[in-house]
């Protein structure tokens, strides 16, 4: 598919549509100087980078915490540069999802949705996002008892999904673990592996699209008539290719316009 063509002046604000108020869409971050002047506008400085991103787009996928887990003051500033509405998800650290490779981690994953607690209580937490690597094979019997760490069943824990690379858990029985504990598989979309779309989670649901090319006008169109639907009846996270283009950030302000457009005609 063709390249995104590149916007030719700053995009309108959008707000999440309230007829559709559980979908939420962006982009996998958002410090990326490259991106002006297609999505930044030309003069503005990076610390206000993700005010300007807030401003158009309603979520982001945080990768900051596959690396290292951000300080309160970190937070504190991440908050403040967004409105009520938005949602941030975290990708879950490395430390859990490659080096333990969900063993023996309970400490780092308590650990993990601590941190996050004042996202939480500002109403802003989208999804923890574990991204297995790709040449992590199924295991059935490991996943299960991940899924039964206290952190991850306490009174508010957030919604999970899992991003798995190795086409061996794409199975039924896996499918069933998941949905016991109303964990979600990440429908993810890249150069190199399709994810079957499978809803286990019946309040939410996440979206990980990463081709290369972007997507065209007509792909917009089709993603945004599905995830409407989808919306409706759960909470749904739509995060599209981070890179040093704007491809990504574009996609996602053109999706929500149709989304919008879309809930005018409700």
């Not at 004042?118 to 923890?128: C, D, E, M, T, Y």
């Not at 019946?202 to 008539?225: K, N, V």
């Amino acid at each position: 598919m063709p390249r995104v063509p590149k916007a030719s002046s700053t995009p309108v604000p959008v707000a999440a549509p309230k007829s559709l108020a559980r979908l939420y869409a962006g982009t996998s971050g958002w410090a990326y100087p490259t991106w002006k002047p297609e999505f930044y506008p030309a003069g503005i400085p990076a610390k206000k980078f993700l005010e300007f991103y807030a401003s158009q787009l309603t979520s982001v996928e945080v990768n900051y915490t596959f690396r290292a887990l951000p300080t309160a003051k970190i937070l504190e500033g991440w908050l403040a540069a967004t409105p009520p509405e938005f949602r941030f998800s975290f990708k879950a650290p490395q430390r859990i999802t490659h080096l333990k490779r969900l063993r023996n981690c309970e400490e780092l994953v308590a650990q993990f949705v601590a941190t996050l607690e004042p996202v939480r209580q500002a109403g802003k937490l989208g999804l923890l996002l574990f991204q297995l690597p790709p040449n992590f094979k199924a295991d059935a019997e490991l996943l299960s008892t991940f899924l039964f760490l206290s952190a991850l069943h306490e009174k508010g824990a957030p919604p999970i999904a899992f991003e798995f690379r190795h086409e061996s858990w794409f199975d039924e029985k896996i499918y069933s673990i998941l949905r016991e504990h109303k964990a979600a598989v990440c429908i993810a979309e890249s150069d190199d592996l399709l994810t079957p779309e499978v809803h286990t989670a019946e309040g939410h649901t996440c979206y990980r699209l990463r081709r290369s090319s972007g997507y065209s006008a007509i792909e917009l169109d089709a993603f945004a008539q599905r995830f409407a639907i989808l919306a409706q009846q759960r909470d749904v996270y739509v995060y599209f290719k981070h890179e040093d283009e704007p491809t990504g950030a574009l996609n996602a302000t053109q999706f929500l316009s149709r989304i919008q457009a879309l809930a005018g005609k409700q």
